[in-house]
């Protein structure tokens, strides 16, 4: 709970009209009758001040605690660095639970599965989304040893899931979020690649089927695959990978589900294979997480960073400050948060893993007038990831030297290997920020924008319009902008086909279906080159792309070594969150 009052010279926090909107519904803390208990500058003091404590248990802080207080509401309030939406809705509550992302294990009895139906219900009703892999469950149809029936299959153990979702509505807000996993080689798998065809089926879930490098091999080379029963791991089918790869294409293409992760080449970089092998991600699939891990994220924004007077525009060293200043952040916030279970704090206890990445890429490229469909964007995206992991590193380490090393080090691969110590088994992540940009106000992720400007439907059918601050003030600059431009701008979101306007704003100022999907991919690829976990990103497809457009993304993201794809295809879904006047 919150120790320090709250001081009265503390700076406002400069938020915009959206942000405003967002917080009051469903970040101040509200009384029972609803009232909000605070304001903005007190919600991000009472996160500063709750995370800040954690400090003292450590008896070893080089910071006074109002002193560190204060640097994490600076960081806050200047949109500098946020925490994932948990830590700033619990952090010093009672709820307490401050973290997104979990992984439930679902074993193979009736006891295990609603065990995790259990545990899923109180990680959404704390604000966390759940992630489980069904790849341990019997097949349909498979005999029940203490019954004699015939078992019902992952398929449909998912709907349980599901609807016990839909009934708990998190602190009346926000709806739980899944993500349902199952592997190439489970007997069930055709099921599960369609189980979401039917509309409205599964709604509360993404699903992503897990490729192992084996499946890849035998799509490259026209062979039959094996499926495996995960009881005894008997051989009981073989099919084509091939069919089984262009029906994964096709459904990907219809609807954008399932999506796809290469599970091998995840737990190649798992750091504690001794304590399990990974299964699954979190709901939007940045996040691979061992069973019963837990995992809190955080965000700098880099539109911040942008420094005209800096030679090539961006102040590093703000940068560098605050990743370090965050990665101590987010250290604290394992303490800090509470787990609905015992299992869940050992494991994040052991792990201690933390995933700190960005949002803000988009307005920097405009900021910068560097297109995002460029090498120099490219070239700009690996050397910020690589600064935000080295330093994230960097500050792990001085925190292990500190605190100690992540309990689970010694075996780990960074112990075995003799690298570290760290205080952290994994530092970054890139997430998708979806409701932190809007408090940033800045870009989602490392996302183009979706439209320069655009209506956004948020919550209950509230209507937001927004214009890009960066391509205003540009069209002001070159002295184009005018109502009608910006009337037409809004139709139709993109000036790609402006013609009147000068080809270099053109140029820079794209949009995410002016983005060749080519180049989606090699974006998500250049961030994952340098982050522990995994990427969030979208690859956007126009509507006219076919099967073999998405069939080449899928080959490209493999090569590339991304840890999984998600495409979109424009307009092939009903309900977008964000659309274009001309849009859906
Ligand atoms: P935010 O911007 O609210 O911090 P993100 O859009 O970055 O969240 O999503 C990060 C992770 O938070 C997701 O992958 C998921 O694990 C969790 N999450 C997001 N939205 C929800 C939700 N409605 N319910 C449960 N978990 C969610």
């Known amino acids: 709970m919150t120790t320090l009052p709250l001081p009265v010279d503390l700076p406002e926090a400069a938020v915009n009209a959206n942000a405003q909107v967002v917080l009051a519904k469903r970040y101040l803390m509200k009384g029972p009758d609803g009232s909000p208990l605070e304001d903005v500058r007190g919600l991000f003091w009472r996160v500063a001040a709750a995370i800040a404590a954690e400090e003292a248990k450590y008896g070893n802080s080089p910071f006074a605690p109002e002193d560190l207080a204060r640097r994490f509401y600076d960081l806050m309030v200047g949109m500098r660095f946020l925490p994932n939406s948990p830590t700033l809705m619990n952090a010093g509550t009672p709820l307490g639970q401050l973290a997104a992302c979990f992984v439930l294990p679902v074993g193979d009895s009736m006891e295990e599965i609603f065990d995790a139906v259990k545990f899923a219900a109180l990680i959404h009703k704390s604000g966390g989304g759940t992630g489980f892999s069904f790849s341990r469950l019997r097949p349909k149809k498979a005999r029940v040893g203490s019954t004699g029936g015939v078992a019902s299959g992952p398929v449909s153990f998912m709907r349980i899931f599901n609807t016990a979702t839909e009934q708990v509505k998190q602190g009346g807000t926000r709806r739980g979020a899944n993500m349902g996993i199952l592997r190439v080689d489970h007997p069930d798998i055709l099921e599960f690649i369609t189980c979401k065809e039917r509309e409205n089926e599964l709604q509360n879930f993404n699903i992503s089927v897990a490729l192992t490098e084996r499946f890849m091999q035998a799509v490259e080379k026209g062979e039959d695959y094996d499926l495996i029963d995960p009881r005894d791991k008997a051989v009981v089918g073989r099919q084509s990978a091939a069919d089984v790869f262009s029906l994964l294409v096709r459904k990907a293409w219809e609807s954008g589900d399932p999506g796809i992760v290469f599970i091998d080449r995840i737990n190649r970089d798992n750091p504690t294979p001794a304590l399990g092998e990974i299964e699954s991600t979190n709901p939007c699939g940045e996040q691979p997480l061992l069973p019963y891990e837990a995992c809190n994220l955080g965000s700098v924004n880099l539109a911040v960073f942008h420094d005209p007077a800096a030679p090539d525009g961006i102040d590093w060293a703000g940068l560098t400050e605050t990743v370090h200043l965050a990665v101590r952040f987010l250290d604290n916030v394992i303490d800090a948060s509470r787990y609905p279970l015992d299992q869940i704090t ?40 690589d600064t935000i992991q080295g330093e994230s590193k960097s500050a792990s380490k001085a925190l292990a030297a500190e605190r100690g090393p992540f309990p689970a080090y010694p075996d780990s691969i960074f112990g075995k290997r003799n690298l570290g110590p760290y205080r952290n088994a994994t530092t970054t992540t890139i997430a998708p920020t979806g409701t932190l940009s809007i408090i940033a106000g800045c870009s989602s992720g490392i996302e183009p924008l979706f439209a320069l400007a655009f209506s956004r439907h948020v919550m209950d059918g509230e209507k937001l319009v927004e214009a890009n601050v960066h391509f205003v003030n540009a069209m002001k600059e070159a002295g184009a902008y005018s109502d009608s431009l910006m009337e037409e701008v809004t139709r139709k979101g993109s000036i790609a086909h402006i013609g009147m306007l000068p080809d270099a704003l053109r140029e820079v100022f794209v949009t995410a279906m002016d983005i060749e999907p080519v180049w989606h991919l090699k974006m998500q690829a250049a961030f994952q080159k340098y982050t522990d976990n995994a990427v969030s990103k979208t690859v956007n497809l126009p509507n006219d792309a076919t099967q073999d457009d998405i069939r080449e993304i899928y080959r490209l993201a493999y090569e590339l070594g991304c840890k999984g794809v998600t495409v979109y295809r424009d307009g092939c879904k009903a309900g977008q969150v964000l659309c274009t006047g001309d849009g859906a």
């Open 346 to 385: 050992d494991m994040v206890q052991a792990n201690r893993k933390i995933g700190l990445g960005l949002m803000g890429f988009a307005d920097l490229l405009y900021l910068l007038h560097i297109p995002y469909d460029s090498t120099e964007a490219l070239k700009l995206a690996e050397r910020i990831m």
